[in-house]
């Protein structure tokens, strides 16, 4: 198994460490916290080191089970960084908003998901026979749709991880992943609600540089996963002696002699008996 190295003067410099006001915390994560300064918050890091190597070992072995993560934040900082990294690696996403249902009722999301590529495909039809004011509703509501779905177009199942950065802004995510036992990995700030988390990951969940330092992370374990996995054998192929030998038989034969010789193979020495 092979996961990114990383240190502790890495999660500092990404400015990871730093949580909320101390006024604002959730007392449920007394434990991830070091300390405070200047009435901030600041997370234990040896904590968070040890945290984010077990989160990462899990997302190796999901991918080299041939596993799919969906990766869930609908809040600013974090909405365009996901999707980034699950369009890299192949991965599902929802980074505008989360429609209730989403994994718990799939049967309407996957209709609206097919709704979605009728759109589409009525979009560059060339012969499509709509005039301007349909096909100008069509974009809207394509549009409005790609917005909240677009990043689970083509999933066909439930995911096997949840990926969430904020869990406060992704309780519903939480709660229908908890309700079909998809194992959650998050990353959870000093203001954070740690329970029904299965892989937690204390640290910052608002700055720039801590988000884009979990998702390096993750794109590189998911990319040494992938390139884990055995290739599929190709099909064997007859070498060139066999099949010199093999016309060599055939050559010369009428299509009665090879006909008859096809019916000897396929009957037994008794029914051949029969026969004569």
Same mark, same amino acid.
């Given at each position: 198994m092979k996961i990114p190295n990383i240190t502790i003067q890495q999660l500092l410099e990404a400015g990871v460490h730093l949580g909320h006001k101390t006024l604002r915390w959730n007392p449920k994560m007394k434990k991830y916290i070091f300390g405070k300064r200047d009435s901030i918050h600041i997370m234990d890091l040896t904590q968070t080191l040890e945290l984010t190597k077990v989160a990462l070992e899990k997302i190796y072995s999901t991918i080299a089970n041939n596993g799919k993560i969906l990766? !869930? @934040?609908? /809040? /600013?900082? %974090? @909405?365009? %960084?996901? %999707?980034? !990294? %699950? /369009?890299?690696?192949?991965? +599902?996403? !929802?980074? +505008?908003?989360?429609l209730g249902g989403m994994l718990t009722n799939w049967g309407t999301i996957s209709g609206s998901i097919k709704k979605m590529k009728k759109y589409e495909a009525d979009l560059v039809s060339e012969n499509r026979g709509f005039t301007k004011k349909e096909l100008l509703k069509m974009s809207v509501k394509k549009d409005k749709l790609e917005r909240s779905l677009g990043g689970i177009a083509e999933m066909k199942k439930t995911p096997d991880l949840v990926f969430i950065i904020d869990t406060n802004y992704e309780s519903l995510a939480i709660a229908e992943s908890v309700k079909l036992g998809i194992p959650i990995i998050a990353i959870l700030d000093s203001n954070s609600n740690p329970d029904n988390i299965d892989y937690p990951i204390p640290g910052n969940d608002d700055a720039r540089r801590s988000i884009d330092l979990y998702c390096n992370l993750i794109k590189e374990t998911i990319n040494n996963a992938k390139s884990s996995i055995p290739s599929p054998e190709p099909k064997k192929e007859l070498n060139q002696d066999t099949k010199e030998k093999t016309q060599e038989k055939t050559q010369g034969k009428t299509v009665q002699e090879i006909d008859r010789e096809k019916l000897e193979q396929k009957f037994s020495k008794d029914k051949k008996e029969t026969l004569n």
């Open positions: 990766f !869930v @934040s609908t /809040k /600013k900082q %974090a @909405s365009e %960084a996901i %999707a980034e !990294v %699950a /369009k890299e690696t192949d991965q +599902y996403f !929802v980074n +505008y908003r989360w």
